[in-house]
């Protein structure tokens, strides 16, 4: 019988319909070749969301994501919206989504294709071979800590509040994830924090040197966030797994990005919950939007994680990796990677090549 998978597809701002768009001919490429049936439902978030509904994430959308196997997102976000009211900014359809479907852990793999270690603005000999894969915890920490919100004193000016809070649930779940993901890499996992100076993470420190117990055979080491961000420029492969809060991993995360050429590059998934939800770690791009320079190939390689992690079949993400190395080896690049002597081509070109890769070489 054909297997039968809901997807939800949610576009959301700038860029994001273009590269959502791209990876969708690679959903149905690989929905032909393993023989199943893929129902894509497009629904609007973000800034679309609030222009659709007045709403940022509209309750049909978030219906649609929550009965779907796995949700794909583009990006949200825009100068457009910048001036609503806090909670109605395109920025928190994502947090809600994350939230009410409980996908507490976020997984950035970095790695980087032989073809574009030159687009690294580090030296080949930092960068090549980097295989790193960021664990940010996705649901807890500043993000969603309360008290939160800006207040007016009784001199009239005002303060700014927000809290950073991590109970031993939250931590120990998530490190269970890093040292379960170890195990099937290096076996080696780095816990970032800032434990010499917040309480929060002098916790998680110890919450994850305890769960390790678990782990026997996984080797835990830890570091402060800010030692951490040098260390990743100055030398990035000595990390495997990098587990951490969910501030601290947005911000390395982008830094891990750049190792790799360009944040475009880098997909994400978000599990935990029932389903998943899968995302390119870039934001909307609003400056490029609309113009068909966006790289769609974050996006594309989010699908392979899709299919790993939530439509349990393990195939599809080797052989969008694969049609992706071939595509670039052939000299083929978007304008964030594009360097002398390569040719350029725009959003929906690359869609096709790799669709193209994978059709003809793919399986
Ligand atoms: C990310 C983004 C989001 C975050 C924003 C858009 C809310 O930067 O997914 O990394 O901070 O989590
Ligand atoms: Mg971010």
Redesign the pocket.
Known sequence: MKENFKIALLPGDGIGPEVVREAVKILKIIEAKLNLTLEMDQVPVGGAGYEATGHPLPDESLTAAKNANAVLLGA??GPKWEKLEFSLRP?RA??GLRSSLKLYANLRPAKIFPALVEASTLKREVVEGLDILVVRELTGGIYFGEPRGIETLADGTRKGVNTLVYTEMEIERIARIAFQVAGQRSKKVMSVDKANVLEATELWREVVTRTQKEFPDIELQHMYVDNCAMQLVRDPKQFDVIVTTNMFG?IL?DEASMLTGSIGMLPSASVGGENGMYEP?H?SAPDIAGQGKANPLATILSVGMMFKYSLNEEEPGQWIEDAVESVLNQGYRTPDIMSKGMKEVGTSEMGDLVAGELETNGF
Request: no cysteine.
């Open positions: 949200v976000g920025e994502l947090l947005d995360s770690i934001g």
